[in-house]
Each structure stands twice: as structure tokens, then as C-alpha cells.
């Protein structure tokens, strides 16, 4: 099952239509990033202090319909794979009110050393936590896959 977070859209977020800048999307799906691995027990302040980083190397969005000021949008992030190298997540945003598909999205992170600036292997202590939440993720959807 995808991490949920909730979003209140604010007026300096958009347009001069009032409508969601493309460019915010991109921010949404950190919002979804950052609570699922908040939600699998990883500490990005503790991660960071430790000397990793975690930049994207590659993100895509698609959009559908847009979202627009005062609008509550939900975030859906789900860990599509995991290495103790890089992750990588898709994204959907819903309109909170109707349920309408908004956008869809991907991202890719590696983890980096922020001493040498190098593509590194994070420690079986920041590993593990990730590799169980993509785990129990995937069992998730297998058991919701075999309910249709």
C-alpha cells in the first residue's frame, strides 16, 4: 500500500489562473519521499549527520488534470525499488474532495557520501529499515492483487 500524505494547496503554489505551477509537483513528490521514509524509521536529520546524502538523478511527472489554490490533494509514494545504493518511487496525486487523478510521477535517489561527493552503499542500520518497508509493501499489494 502506497504512504498517503495530505497537502492544502497554497496560493503562492500557483498560477495567475490559480492553478497548481507545473514546478510544485516535483516538491509534492518530496513531501511523499520524505514521509515514507519517515514511516519506515529513517531519521533524514540522523541520515545526514552520518554523512549521506540522497540527490535525485532522475524524476518525470505526468500531468493530468491540474489542482488549484485551497484544493486538499493527497500524495500517494510507493517504493518501487531499493538497493542499499539508490531508491526509487512513483508517485500519484489525487484531489482529496473527488478522488480525480491529478498527476502521476517517478523518482530515482542515490545515496551519496557527503565527504567525497561519490555514489555510496548505505550501512545495514539505514538499509534494513528500507528494504523491510519495500518488503512489506510489495506483500501488500500481492495480497490486494489476489482479492480482485
Do not use: C
Amino acid at each position: 500500500m502506497p504512504i498517503t500524505a495530505k497537502h492544502h494547496v497554497d496560493y503562492y503554489e500557483t498560477d495567475a489562473m490559480a492553478v497548481v505551477h507545473h514546478s510544485n509537483y516535483i516538491r509534492w513528490f518530496e513531501i511523499g519521499r520524505v514521509e515514507f521514509l519517515r514511516k519506515a524509521g529513517i531519521d533524514l536529520n540522523v541520515l545526514t549527520e552520518h554523512g549521506f546524502s540522497y540527490p535525485i538523478t532522475a524524476v518525470s511527472a505526468k500531468y493530468v488534470s491540474p489542482a488549484r489554490f485551497d484544493d486538499n490533494v493527497l500524495i500517494e509514494t510507493t517504493a518501487k525499488a531499493m538497493t542499499r545504493a539508490k531508491m526509487e518511487f512513483t508517485y500519484r496525486i489525487l484531489n482529496a474532495k473527488t478522488g480525480e487523478l491529478l498527476v502521476t510521477g517517478m523518482s530515482r535517489n542515490v545515496f551519496t557520501s557527503l565527504a567525497t561527493g561519490h555514489i555510496t552503499r548505505l550501512p545495514e542500520e539505514y538499509y534494513r529499515p528500507l528494504a523491510d518497508a519495500l518488503a512489506r509493501e510489495k506483500a501488500e499489494q500481492a495480497a490486494k492483487e489476489e482479492e480482485k
